[in-house]
């Protein structure tokens, strides 16, 4: 009776020892696949990878900004079986969206007054004797009309006079 006993007392620790050795025995393969599909449920994350060794998750990998990579350390951490989570994920924001210039075509017929001082004069008729009708200030912007020859342009002021100047003080856009 006693042997009986004591036989008995001995299975019942056997079977309490691998029963409670069984609970803790989750593989490190099953905790990774989870923390693996945790991972691919969240957005952003396409670039992160999980590793699981002796039940410590390792997180590799990039993301956008500092919440996802804690969120993947606290969503990782909470796999039951997961001892610990070493976080090495590293943090690259996105790059600045490209913003392009928009293209602007340059009129020919736009000029604009490039005397080196003051103002240009704006003659009735092509040549220096003739009247001046007007006066413009450097960097006003001229409407070419006519090319008369190669030293007198007949122009456009942005008021709508029109006249005559010299063709090196006026420079195209």
């Not at 990039?62 to 079986?81: C, F, L, P, Q």
């Not at 912007?141 to 005559?164: M, P």
Request: hydrophobic share 40%; net charge negative.
């Amino acid at each position: 009776m006693k042997k009986f006993k004591l036989l008995s007392v001995l299975s019942l620790i056997f079977v309490l020892g691998v029963w409670l050795t069984s609970c803790d025995n989750v593989k490190d393969s099953d905790l990774e696949e989870t923390a693996t599909q945790i991972i691919n449920s969240s957005p952003n994350t396409s670039d992160v990878s999980v590793s699981v060794v002796d039940k410590v998750a390792t997180l590799s990998g990039t993301v956008e900004d500092e919440a996802t990579k804690s969120r993947m350390e606290s969503s990782v951490m909470s796999v039951d079986g997961i001892k610990s989570v070493v976080n090495k994920i590293t943090v690259i924001p996105p790059p600045p969206p490209v913003v392009e210039a928009p293209v602007v075509e340059k009129d020919p017929n736009q000029l604009i007054v490039a005397t080196r001082k003051g103002k240009l004069n704006i003659h009735s008729k092509p040549g220096v004797q003739e009247h001046v009708i007007a006066v413009v200030p450097h960097g006003e912007t001229l409407t070419l009309v006519e090319k008369v020859n190669d030293d007198w342009w007949l122009i456009q002021t942005e008021s709508g006079l029109e006249g005559y100047c010299h063709a090196s003080y006026l420079e195209q856009q």
